[in-house]
């Protein structure tokens, strides 16, 4: 998977290829919904009729994309479903809000193939693409910086959701550190866009993280806490978000009523 980080051997990625790990997919609710593992929220029927979940995801799409889209959850044996994977990644790659939920459609794409064939094509060609993109990271971000930042969104919106054996994926943990780490260093933190991503993903999947390698997190913040005391370049808002996302943490990953009031009303100012 290329660089692999000095950490605790228990703690390293496993040296195979992302897509080789089984996923199992989330509790199904009422109606068909799917309840997220990690916040046990209820995420509504996964259908491509249900305007307030999957269909605003996909008018950005022409129409012939679109149809890929809507077959790929209904039928997915009737697709190619490599190729589906590859549409999602590029356009989570070119357009943020997309790539802050399409787990949700990957989700409901690995649901109905395994339920139709017991096959895992697509989510081998999901991780695969991911991992790539993950060994070009900085390549990525040199040549486009919100294309960095939605890969960041997405893969951590992936790792929110894909479950092993009911645990966060193993072998995204360090990759998805290494993204966050990133956005810690001084030069994206002097870029208001690389904070605000950085504090998103962390309020998302940061407790989870921290579960699973408690010593990287630490090291995270050290990192975070560096640059908010040397705010040599950083704006006032970037200040204001890495002070909210070090109570946040310190507060074991919730926001006090003081602080939702504080920093909110400071945001809004």
Known sequence: MGRQLSTPAAQRTPPHPWYQLRVTLP???????????ASKELLGPMVMGDPGREEYKIQSFDAETQQLLKTALKDPGAVDLEKVAN????????????????GRMCYAIIQAESKQAGQSVFRRGLLNRLQQEYQAREQLRARSPQGWVCYVTFICNIFDYLRVN??????????????????????????EEE???????????????EKMNRQRMDELFVL?????LLPTSLSSLAQLLLLEIIEFRAAGWKTTP????????????
């Open 27 to 37: 509790p199904v609710g009422r109606e068909g919904a799917v309840t997220n593992p």
């Open 87 to 102: 549409v999602i990644v590029d356009h989570s790659l070119q357009d943020r809000v997309f790539s802050k939920e399409a």
């Open 166 to 191: 009911n645990m966060p994926m193993m072998a995204l943990v360090n990759p998805v550190y290494d993204c966050l780490f990133r956005l810690a260093q001084p030069d994206s933190l002097s870029e």
């Open 195 to 209: 904070v605000d991503c950085l504090v998103l993903q962390l309020h998302r999947v940061g407790e989870q993280l």
């Open 224 to 228: 975070i806490r560096d640059g908010f």
């Open 258 to 269: 003081a602080a939702h009031k504080y920093y909110y009303s400071e945001v809004s100012d």
